[in-house]
């Protein structure tokens, strides 16, 4: 059983039949973590359709994708799943041994390695130079820091409870990381090793996005049904979107940036932003409560991960609708794109 770092890989897989190779990656691939089924469902986006499943661990959320796109990072997670009407009273005791950040190599499709974390991580960022990884680590209220060359955590920062959401400016220089309890999100400038400050936004804030320009980032409020709009020279809310109440989670921006794209779980929507004039430009009913979201490199089709329904709906920009339902695991939840 191979070892990156501390903990054991959790499980692997050939991307095929038990027997012979595995076969090689999509040209361009849709990655999705299943959360409830610990695995991570390989789309080829060319075809639309799921091609490889490969375990992972317990409860995988989070995805990355490396810089030189050879890697994907995803996190895992041994605290018990408290989703909506779960006492946690009656939850089991975490196993921390399962907390990680699992290694999937993209051209051989499996789990190579498992690296530290810290506990209970559910989203990850990576640097621009593929050095170090940031993780939100939702129960002990830090981000951690790892060196994935070194297989270790480097560092931790003391930010609000319950972080979730976690992304880096397209400059690469800074981390934001959201606190759903705290209502706002922490800047961390992991250069100068200290947290910068914190700025308030709306309730439960979810995720990130940035402008491609790196002036503006877009935080979601799931309760509060908003967008802050903060600029990052500021580091101050300039505007506050509107979204009718509903449950603002994921975000995704248009490669152009003209427009940004805000999953809304239970309401089932993806709301379009029109980012010029930071007003809602429409909305698509996506599927049964959508969370991950991503975009094609060409910005012509959205994807949103749909976890009771256990599918990804492939959504056309132009049309404003979806063209597709793709099954794959029980509760997916992140979802990312890669071409080798």
């Known amino acids: 059983m191979k070892r990156i770092g501390w903990l054991p890989v959790l499980g692997m897989a050939m991307a095929s039949a038990a027997c012979g190779r595995p076969l090689p990656p999509p040209s361009a691939g849709i990655y999705v973590t299943n959360e409830t089924a610990g695995t991570l469902t390989i789309i080829d986006a060319a075809t639309e359709s799921a091609v490889a499943t490969i375990p ?9 994708v490396s810089p030189d796109r050879t890697r994907l990072y995803v996190t895992l997670s041994g605290s018990p799943n408290a989703g909506p009407g779960v006492d946690e009273k009656t939850l089991p005791p975490p196993d921390r041994r399962a907390d990680g950040i699992g290694v999937v190599d993209v051209r051989q ?9 810290g506990p209970d991580p559910e989203q990850v960022a990576v640097s621009q130079d593929g050095r170090l990884l940031f993780v939100a680590n939702e129960d002990a209220a830090q981000l951690a820091v790892i060196d994935a060359n070194a ?3 480097a560092e931790s920062f003391k930010i609000g409870a319950e972080p979730e959401g976690v992304a880096v400016t397209p400059d690469g220089k ?3 990381v959201t606190s759903e309890e705290d209502g706002a999100v922490f800047v961390v400038d992991a250069a100068a090793h200290k947290v910068l400050t914190s700025v308030p936004v709306g309730p439960r ?3 990130v996005a940035f402008l491609p320009d790196g002036s503006r980032a877009y935080v979601p409020s799931e309760t509060g049904g908003t967008l802050s709009v903060i ?8 505007a506050t979107i509107d ?9 995704a921006m248009a490669p152009d940036g003209r427009h940004l794209y805000v999953t809304t779980g239970r309401s089932r929507m993806v709301v379009i932003v029109d980012t010029a004039t930071n007003q809602v430009a429409g909305q698509i009913e996506a599927g049964p409560r959508p969370w991950g979201i991503a975009i094609s490199a060409d910005g012509k089709k959205l ?3 749909n976890g009771p329904s256990n599918d990804v709906s492939v959504i056309d920009v132009d049309a404003r609708a979806v063209v597709k339902r793709i099954p794959v695991g029980a509760g997916p939840w992140g979802i990312a794109l890669a071409r080798p």
């Open 109 to 117: 499709r499996k789990l190579i390695g498992v690296l530290p974390s």
């Open 243 to 251: 979204l009718g109440g509903l449950r603002a989670m994921g975000t």
């Open 231 to 238: 600029d990052t020279k500021q580091l101050a809310v300039t």
């Open 151 to 153: 297989s270790r955590i």
């Open 205 to 207: 804030p979810r995720s």
């Open 56 to 64: 992972l661990g317990k409860r995988p959320r989070g995805i990355a």
């Open 303 to 305: 994807y949103t991960a």
């Open 174 to 176: 800074l981390v934001y």
